[in-house]
């Protein structure tokens, strides 16, 4: 057995995936591109590539859910829903890029 497939299924599976959200949330914050480095942790920790859609959708309601926490707080909800389709693009590019890389790098480590 792999290191790669002992994540995946191992013991420590979840623990593995919870750290790459994270992980992922972490670099999320700091910049956009966070979103595909957290779609790719959890895409390779996934057992299918099927599985690996689902962790990415996933990760992706987890970091728009912490965005829209913070807007609130600020008190800047109501600004960020005015803004239409600018709010639709966010909350697409907020599931779209980590799905995307999630499945493309379990794609890619399909053979592991």
Do not use: K
Not at 35 to 40: M, P, Q
Not at 81 to 103: K, M, R, Y
Request: net charge neutral; no cysteine.
């Amino acid at each position: 057995m792999s290191a790669l497939s002992d994540l995946r299924t191992g013991p420590r599976a979840d623990l593995a995936l919870f750290v790459a959200t994270v992980v992922g949330v972490a670099a999320a914050s700091v910049h956009w591109a966070g979103l595909v480095v957290g779609g790719v942790l959890v895409g390779v920790l996934a057992t299918s590539v099927s599985r690996a859609g689902v962790q990415g959708l996933t990760f992706g309601g987890v970091v728009l859910a912490i965005h829209v926490a913070f807007v609130w707080w600020a008190g800047a909800l109501d600004a960020q829903l005015s803004t239409g389709i600018l709010f639709v693009l966010t909350i697409a590019v907020g599931f779209a890029l980590p799905t995307v890389a999630a499945v493309g790098a379990r794609a890619v480590t399909e053979t592991g």
